[in-house]
C-alpha cells in the first residue's frame, strides 16, 4: 500500500493548515520528498490525527466555511459518471492488492512449509539457519501488522478514499496543488483554491483554460462551444472549465503570480444588493455575467462607473478571488465625493455598472514565507479582507495579526467576522481599536504601536497597511520604529490613486 501523501493530503488528514506542514517541513520537523511525507512521519508529528471518524476533515472544512462564508459541508457530490468511474479505479485498486495479498500470503505459507523440512535434516547448521529464517519472517509479519503500523494504513486508506471525493490536481511548472471537490471543474476548484491559472469565460466559449493533463484522466462534464483540434486532444489538451478529474491529475498551466500577469477587463455588470451596516457606509454587492468573471488578485481595485458612466469611482474590491462573478465593495459617505452621494442616495438593486481593472499591486503571492500583519484604518478593511481571504484559500499562512482601528463614524462594520476568524483558525489574532474622531490622528502612532506590541519579532514579518493617506503615513513611522525594512511592507491608500 502507498503510503507517501502528497503535502496538501497530509495537511487535511492531519487537520492542520498547508502553510503550518510546510514550515514544519522547513523547520525539519518532517520529512519530504519530491513535495510528500511518509504516512508515519506524520502519524509521529501528530499523534493525535484518528481515522475512526471525520473530525480533522472536518475541522479543516469549518474554517474554511466560518472564514470565507461558504456552505462547503452542502457542496453537491461529484457527477454519477465521474463518481462511477473513480470508484471502478478504486475497485481495481483494491482488487489488485488483494490478489498480491493472497499471493503473497501463499509464497509465505509455502516458504515456512520448506523451511519446517529444512528444520528436520540432522545438518546441524542447516537446520539453525533455517530456524533463524523462519524466526525473522514470523517477528517480521507481526511487526508488520502492529497497532501503529495498522495506523499508518488506515491514514493511507484515507488518502485513497479522498482520491476518489477530492482528487488532487498539481500544476506544472509550478508545482502549486489543490483538492477537486463535490461536482467542482478543475477551474472552479483551482479559482476556490485562491490560484488564478487562465481563464475568460468560464462556461466553455472562449477556450483561454485549455491546458495539457500531462498524466491522469479527465471527464467531461458540461457542454462547451469552443472546439480542441484533434492534434491538440491527442497530446492531451482540454477546457479546464469543462472537465473534472476522474483520478489525480498533473496539468501544465500558467497560474498568475502578479499583478502583470492578469489581462486589464472591463465587464458589464448588476447591483445585486446595497446593504446599510451603518448610517455611515454602504457595502455595494455587484455580479458579473455567468459568462464574464473578474479575474484577480487579492487586494486590487478597479473603477466602478454607474449612472450610464457619467459617475465613476476607484474602490478596492472587499471579497477573495476566488469568488469572482460576486464582487463586494465597501463605500464610505464623502458628501465630496459624486461616486459616494451617487451611492448612498440613488444606487439600487439591479442597476447596470461597468467594471474595469483589476488595479494596483497590493497583493500577496502564492508563497508565504514569514507571518503576516494586517493593519487596516475604516474601509481600508475592503482589500485586507480580500487578501486575508485569499491567503486561507491558498492555505499558505502560518500565523495572521489583524488590527483594523476603525474612527466613530464608521466602527467596526465586520467585527463577527474577523471573531470568526479568530475562532476557526489557530495562528489568526484580530485586535479591534477604536480611535474615536477621524480628527483625532496624533494619536494613531501610539495606537498602533500599543496594538503590535504583543507581535512577537515584528522585524521579521511581512505588513499590509490600507487606509487613509494620513493612517499610512503613522503607520510607516511606527514600522521604521520597529526596525521592519521598507521591502516588507506593502501600502494601500484610500481611496487608491488614479
Not at 471518524?53 to 457527477?79: F, Q
Not at 500558467?254 to 447591483?271: F, H, K, N, Y
Amino acid at each position: 500500500m502507498d503510503k507517501q501523501l502528497s503535502v496538501i493530503r497530509a495537511a487535511r488528514l492531519a487537520g492542520v493548515t498547508r502553510g503550518e506542514l510546510q514550515t514544519r517541513i522547513k523547520c525539519g520537523d518532517l520529512p519530504s520528498f519530491d513535495g510528500t511525507v511518509r504516512v508515519d512521519d506524520l502519524l509521529e508529528l501528530y499523534p493525535g490525527t484518528r481515522l475512526e471518524d471525520d473530525r480533522t476533515l472536518e475541522r479543516v472544512d469549518r474554517i474554511k466555511a466560518a472564514a470565507l462564508g461558504r456552505d462547503i459541508a452542502g457542496r453537491s457530490l461529484p457527477e454519477p459518471q465521474v463518481l462511477a468511474e473513480r470508484l471502478a479505479i478504486l475497485g481495481h485498486k483494491l482488487t489488485r492488492a488483494r490478489w498480491q495479498a493472497e499471493h503473497y500470503a501463499a509464497v509465505f505459507e509455502a516458504l515456512e512449509s520448506r523451511l519446517r523440512e529444512l528444520e528436520k535434516r540432522r545438518d546441524g547448521p542447516t537446520r539453525a539457519v533455517a530456524q533463524d529464517i523462519k524466526l525473522w519472517m514470523q517477528s517480521a509479519l507481526h511487526q508488520g501488522l502492529a497497532e501503529s503500523d495498522l495506523a499508518g494504513s488506515a491514514l493511507a486508506d484515507r488518502s485513497h478514499w479522498m482520491s476518489v471525493m477530492a482528487p488532487q490536481v498539481r500544476l506544472l511548472p509550478d508545482h502549486q496543488e489543490f483538492l477537486v471537490e463535490g461536482s467542482d471543474t478543475v477551474l472552479d476548484a483551482a479559482l476556490r483554491a485562491g490560484l488564478s491559472i487562465s481563464y475568460g469565460c468560464s462556461n466553455g466559449n472562449c477556450g483561454e483554460c485549455k491546458a495539457r493533463v500531462v498524466s491522469g484522466e479527465v471527464r467531461a462534464v458540461r457542454p462547451h462551444d469552443y472546439v480542441i483540434p484533434e492534434s491538440e486532444r491527442d497530446q492531451g489538451y482540454a477546457l479546464m472549465c469543462a472537465v473534472a478529474p476522474v483520478t489525480d491529475l498533473v496539468v501544465e498551466v500558467g497560474v498568475a503570480r502578479s499583478p502583470d500577469q492578469i489581462p486589464l477587463q472591463t465587464i458589464e455588470a448588476m447591483v445585486r444588493d446595497v446593504e446599510q451596516p451603518g448610517p455611515h457606509l454602504r457595502v455595494v454587492r455587484v455580479q458579473t455575467p455567468r459568462t464574464r468573471r473578474l479575474r484577480f488578485l487579492g487586494g486590487q481595485y478597479v473603477r466602478v462607473r454607474l449612472d450610464e458612466g457619467r459617475v465613476e469611482g476607484r474602490l478596492p474590491l472587499a471579497n477573495c478571488p476566488c469568488d469572482d462573478r460576486n464582487l463586494v465593495l465597501h463605500v464610505a459617505e464623502d458628501r465630496d465625493d459624486a461616486f459616494a452621494v451617487y451611492c448612498f442616495e440613488r444606487l439600487a438593486k439591479g442597476e447596470r455598472v461597468e467594471i474595469e481593472g483589476p488595479y494596483g499591486d497590493f497583493v500577496i503571492g502564492d508563497e508565504v514565507e514569514r507571518p503576516l500583519v494586517f493593519l487596516a484604518c475604516d474601509t481600508g478593511f475592503a482589500p485586507i479582507k480580500s487578501l486575508i481571504e485569499h491567503v486561507i484559500a491558498l492555505d499558505i499562512a502560518d500565523a495572521m495579526d489583524l488590527v483594523w482601528l476603525a474612527t466613530g463614524a464608521i466602527g467596526h462594520y465586520e467585527d463577527n467576522l474577523c471573531r470568526s476568524w479568530g475562532d476557526a483558525l489557530d495562528n489568526f489574532r484580530y485586535k479591534p481599536v477604536r480611535v474615536g474622531a477621524a480628527s483625532d490622528r496624533e494619536a494613531w502612532p501610539a495606537l498602533i504601536a500599543g496594538s503590535l506590541s504583543r507581535v512577537q519579532e515584528p522585524a521579521g514579518r511581512d505588513y499590509y497597511v490600507a487606509g487613509p493617506g494620513r493612517f499610512i503615513e503613522a503607520a510607516a513611522t511606527v514600522l521604521d520604529r520597529l526596525g521592519v525594512p521598507p521591502e516588507r511592507r506593502f501600502l494601500q491608500g484610500i481611496p487608491p490613486a488614479a
